[in-house]
């Protein structure tokens, strides 16, 4: 579990594009997504999204490392803890992993 808290940071920290490094499935049967793009009102966070199963109703925040959880202040005004486990890496600059306008944030 530690090992892929770290390689969630290192990707983070590495990667000069905006681009997906991880995901998870969320209660709606959509996706989480953890970018490496800063948050401009936290900076020391990282923007979140999450999607319906249609990838619908995104909804936006700000995601950080809260060992061994991943921790999202959601735009709308919740907080979610995630077990950091429940994560997968995504490959870097691939369709499938790449959101669209990603790098506009």
């Known amino acids: 579990m530690k090992r892929i808290l770290i390689a969630i940071l290192l990707a983070a920290s590495t990667v000069a594009q905006a681009d997906n490094i991880a995901s998870a499935e969320n209660k709606a049967g959509g996706r989480i997504w953890l ?18 199963r249609d990838g619908s109703n995104t909804i936006f925040g700000c995601w950080g490392i809260l060992k061994p959880n991943v921790l999202i202040h959601w735009d709308h005004g919740d907080v979610s803890t995630f077990p950091g486990v429940m994560f997968e890496m995504v490959e870097a600059d691939t369709p499938a992993t790449r959101r669209p306008g990603a790098a506009s944030f």
């Open 35 to 52: 970018t490496d793009t800063s948050c401009k009102d936290r900076p020391k966070l990282m923007i979140a999204y999450s999607t319906g």
